[in-house]
């Protein structure tokens, strides 16, 4: 080839190695793979070694060429690179516009974006040439790091220069349009933005540093910022950063902020496409939540939107105030990391009895919700993180996903922190705890365990008992296997944040569920005790046990109450109840003398779990007292001694015939003459469900 050719070989190489670069990194829309377009750059790269006059700066090959340097040049920002105030709320954001009210009548609308959490630079283009970048520093000065953004693929070397039409397409005026091309052609133009690292890349270089055996990045922020600042460019190309703009800070006599990012595409730069004009705040907070819910699905992290104000001669009206700008805010999401305390560490039994260590939190908002568990994997993560009980620690919580223990700090530890051991013994059924060679896990070797646990805890908010609603079987395995539940106290640990993360748990139904469980908290003596699922104690034997401690003590306050009263009973005491044969009591006996059991009765009262006041029941139950029912006909739901065992239990008495005296006559089906004595005596007759829910007001 003669250099005439191979000039123009080389001007074709790279106007095609920028068209692929631009479709894969700026509109990520590859048309063909990155080892092609590495080839491509082999050839240009070559031919540039054999003619080095021909070597421009805007070369695709320049991308890479710089050396490692010793310190960063510093440059001075024309306009100051400014910082944002912070919003957290709906109502910080009324707040803001009701400053801006007060220093403007016109009427207010917004731009929104996505706030990305990397680093902000600032670049400068000469004729459309990428000259200069630079970091925000402290405003004023910052340091050039030229090299270290040319690696960076999604930012052109070359401006690209859109035709006046493009312009005019998207709204600018003729004077507009010039303006814009008379900086990119002749003049200068500096764009700002963020410069990130995806969450793709992030996780596929820590796998890779993992196995090298080299730290990893602690998030994609870190690996975004530490690399440019470091002095060596072949470590920035590594991070395969990208950038984005959001800033035009270049005067060009626009009327709408909106119109800078179009621009800035024209250019060829990326740009969010999420970004949205917003009428006004309401639209705003529409477009706050909806990212702040699906901040997961986007490929690089968020951590909020800023606003700006969308008209751009209200810019030096509204001016600047210390650190930020009036015209635009941060409008933050919730935090997905916070620091809180490891109460305590608890063994989750699986099916097939693995044991999971998850610890305890001090609740804690992380993400917009409460939560009270994370994840501890195993023994082997707990000595990573050289936890121990009692530890302040952070807490991760990327979107719904179950919240993991991130770090401790064991310089914050006061003395009292404990080990957290390898379980002996397993805390549901305390059968030993086997651990298999080769395997990290620990084992309950019961074969029974996890189901009999399951049925426990089911029993417990079941109909008869707690009736809790919408808690049955299937959301109990959810929670078992979450780790959230072992014991039937932990239901009361549960917060909205623990549940989220599991299918079938959208928003709404974990708030219900936890409103559902705390509105069961109060509970009749009987339904708690049938409830605590004691071999032997059904249903009728929780009533008779219920009115013996009623018997017993006057006024029956909370659980810890109730537990001494029936420690304090011998075999002998509960054997001269109603029904209670030796089996039966000794059941009793050993179930209030089991501390494991003791133990969880101590989680439900420190939990607020209360036996419901009795007054008002005694008053509907006094109503009842010495009334005196006949029953004829059959009843549907339950057999003569069903019935005569509820009137009974609510003090009432039962006799074979109507008279007078007689208070009520229940009648079931095909009644007898005893309904037609009733009648005419002016006796209340009762229908079956009159009488149930007459006597359903238990004690
Ligand atoms: S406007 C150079 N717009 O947020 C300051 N900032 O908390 C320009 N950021 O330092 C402010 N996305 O790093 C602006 N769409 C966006 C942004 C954005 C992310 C960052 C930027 C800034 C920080 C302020």
Redesign the pocket.
Known sequence: MSKEQVKKRIEKLRREIDRHRYLYHVLDKPEMSEAALDSLKNELFNLEMEYPELITPDSPTQRVGGRALDKFGKVTHETP????FDAFSLEDMDDWEKRLRKLTARKLDYYA????D???VSLRYEKGLLARGAT?GDGRTGEDVTGNLKTIESIPLKLRIPSEDELREIGLKSGQAKAVLRAIQSGALEI?G?VIMTKKVFKELNRKYEKEGKPVLANPRNGAAGSIRQLDPALSAERKLSFYA??LSTELGLDRHEQKGKIAGLFGLRILNENKYCPDLSAVEAFHDHWEKHRESLPFEVDGI?VKVNDLSLWPVLGTVGKGPRF?M?YKFAAEQVTTKVKDVVWQVGRTGTMTPVAVLEPVRVGGVTVSHATLHNMDEIGRLGLKIGDTVVIERAGDVIPKVIRAFPELRAGREKDINAPEFCPICRSRVARTAGEVAYRCVNPECYTVNLRRLAHWTSKGATDIDGVGPKIIEQLVKAGLVSDIADFYDLKEGDLKPLERFADKSAENLVKAISARKEIDLARFIYGLGIRHVGEEMAIALAREIGHRISDIKDIDSVVNVLRKMTSVDLENIEDVGPIVAGSIYDWFHDQKNIKVLKKLEDRGVAIRKQRTENRERAKLKGKTFVLTGTLAGLTRDEAKAKIREIGGSVSSSVSKNTDFVVAGENPGSKYDKAKKLGVKILDEEEFIKITNSRI
């Not at 974006?113 to 990305?116: G, P, R």
């Open positions: 690179m400014i910082s944002l974006e996505l706030k990305l990397g680093l902000a925000r700002r963020e959001y800033e800023v635009m941060a």
